[in-house]
């Protein structure tokens, strides 16, 4: 059918048109449009992802073996390099035992007694062996922290009865600790409350690691392990994890670095916070 003048005009052309139909009604080749906003994010986080593979294989081409792994609540991007990679957990179970014991309690529906905050306490904050031990018993032991992993979503760790000796990867450090935010999570808000009181008032000098990279302004916790054994030759594991927030909730991280081989507890330090550096630098959370 031909249209004539005035049905071209009808349609929206003009003289001043050159009697050219728009591409949506002659079915031309429109110019497609561009990325969405989401995709466009999509790809920056991606960008910047590379670059931090390519930041920490030059630092894993210098130090002792290291393995990292961030969650990005805001975003939702995670990040991992080894993340699926094991090692022993030193000191860091101590913030899987606390999880346990606030599910113990909420799971009685109570809040937690003098006696067990007598010693989940300096488990956290000063890091104390002897009230992780007699704290790890009075849960159950061994037993009890596996079943109670499966409600944390560690399908990543294994607990060895020495709690020290416990395996776990970053990636699966990362879920605990998002756990210890999430309001749909099995914590309940006063657990989560407390988790967060505990690890954001660690003693002077077990605030080392994951709180390096916290801004002015912003709320760090953190809960750091390192040992050494004459089975590793005298070498050190030194692992951070903590989360860092914001108050206008733009900053909302999970972080873990764990590490091993190291010459000495300071190497290891250097290291564990060299990498969580350049996560943040890279990801720019």
């Known amino acids: 059918m031909i249209l004539g003048g005035g049905g071209l005009i009808a349609l929206g052309v003009s003289d001043d048109d050159d009697g050219v139909l728009p591409a949506a009604l002659t079915g031309g080749n429109a110019k497609p449009a561009g990325p969405s906003a989401e995709e466009l994010a999509k790809r920056e986080r991606a960008k910047r992802a590379k670059a931090l593979d390519a930041a920490l294989k030059q630092v894993a081409a210098e130090t002792p073996d290291f393995s990292v792994a961030v969650l990005d609540k805001k975003t939702g991007q995670t990040y991992a390099y080894q993340g699926a990679t094991t090692f022993d957990t030193a000191s860091i179970v101590k913030a899987q035992i606390l999880a346990c014991e606030l599910l113990k309690a909420q799971d009685a529906d109570r809040e937690p007694t003098a006696a067990e905050m007598a010693l989940a306490t300096p488990m956290i904050r000063a890091s104390d062996n002897d009230?992780?031990?007699?704290?790890?018993?009075?849960?159950?032991?061994?037993?009890?922290?596996?079943?109670?992993?499966?409600?944390?979503?560690?399908?990543?760790?294994?607990v060895n009865k020495a709690w020290g000796l416990t395996k776990t990867t970053a990636a699966d450090q990362v879920k605990l600790l998002a756990k210890f935010a999430d309001t749909k999570g099995p914590l309940d808000a006063d657990s989560r409350k407390t988790a967060f009181s505990l690890m954001n008032t660690v003693n002077d000098d077990q605030n080392w690691g994951v709180p390096v990279v916290a801004k002015p302004g912003e709320s760090a916790t953190v809960k750091n392990g390192w040992d050494t054994r004459s089975a590793d030759g005298g070498l050190w594991a030194v692992n951070t994890i903590g989360r860092v927030t914001s108050p206008d909730g733009k900053v909302n991280v999970s972080l873990a670095v764990l590490s091993h081989n190291n010459q000495s507890m300071d190497t290891g330090i250097a290291l564990v916070e060299k990498v969580a550096q350049l996560t943040r630098q890279h990801l720019k959370y």
């Open 131 to 158: 009230a992780t031990t007699a704290l790890f018993q009075r849960l159950g032991g061994r037993s009890a922290i596996t079943k109670c992993n499966k409600r944390l979503g560690l399908t990543q760790t294994t």
